[in-house]
């Protein structure tokens, strides 16, 4: 297991085949998926899902990663780093996505900092954006409070987005669902 990053109640690490069944119930929450991909997903689909996810961390050094309560082991999510193309240019996405069991205890805004901070401290990144759909108020209010700013709203694979982008000179940014 290469965990990537870690909190007090969390920590993140690589994804593997192991975790298709534990992502695959996540990501077949209506919920869950409803801000991200407007739809549940199949066991399949997540775990075409997580064979993209490896590829791409052993291509590019990062990727999304499993989010993991320190206290029980148990996957409650994925969260990471995507290459996203807005508008012709190539910008790092900080994405994020947790078990509905796991909203209201802050925790999307400690994995949001601790991929933010890996974003920034281990691989040098200068900025980082945010892409939130504009009826998800609670990612919208993580990214605010994380100091992000609206530069702008996009189409985003038929459906909008409002891209975010740290107010400071040494930005973290978030992708929230």
């Given at each position: 297991?290469?965990?990537?990053?870690?909190?007090?109640?969390l920590f993140?690490?690589?994804?593997?085949?192991?975790?298709?069944?534990a992502?695959?119930?996540?990501?077949?929450?209506?919920?869950?998926?409803?801000?991200?991909?407007?739809?549940?997903?199949?066991?399949?689909?997540?775990?075409?899902?997580?064979?993209?996810?490896?590829?791409?961390?052993?291509?590019?050094?990062?990727?999304l990663?499993?989010?993991?309560?320190?206290?029980?082991?148990?996957?409650l999510?994925?969260?990471?780093?995507?290459v996203?193309i807005?508008?012709?240019?190539?910008?790092?996405?900080?994405?994020?996505?947790?078990?509905?069991?796991?909203?209201?205890?802050?925790?999307?805004t400690?994995?949001?900092e601790?991929?933010?901070?890996?974003?920034?401290?281990?691989?040098?990144?200068?900025?980082?954006?945010?892409?939130?759909?504009?009826?998800?108020?609670?990612?919208?209010?993580?990214?605010?409070?994380?100091?992000?700013?609206?530069?702008?709203?996009?189409?985003?694979?038929?459906?909008?987005?409002?891209v975010?982008?740290?107010?400071?000179?040494?930005?973290?940014?978030?992708?929230?669902?």
């Amino acid at each position: 297991m290469s965990v990537v990053a870690t909190t007090d109640r969390l920590f993140l690490r690589h994804l593997a085949p192991a975790d298709i069944d534990a992502l695959g119930v996540i990501q077949a929450d209506p919920e869950v998926m409803r801000y991200v991909s407007g739809r549940p997903l199949s066991r399949d689909e997540t775990a075409a899902q997580v064979d993209r996810i490896v590829a791409y961390q052993t291509a590019l050094g990062f990727s999304l990663w499993g989010v993991v309560d320190r206290a029980t082991d148990a996957l409650l999510g994925r969260a990471g780093l995507l290459v996203q193309i807005i508008d012709g240019v190539p910008e790092v996405e900080v994405a994020y996505l947790l078990a509905r069991a796991s909203w209201g205890r802050g925790l999307g805004t400690e994995v949001a900092e601790a991929v933010g901070r890996h974003a920034r401290e281990v691989i040098g990144l200068r900025r980082v954006v945010a892409l939130v759909h504009p009826a998800n108020v609670a990612s919208a209010r993580v990214v605010t409070k994380l100091g992000f700013a609206t530069e702008r709203r996009i189409e985003w694979h038929g459906e909008p987005r409002d891209v975010f982008a740290s107010a400071t000179a040494d930005p973290v940014g978030v992708c929230l669902p």
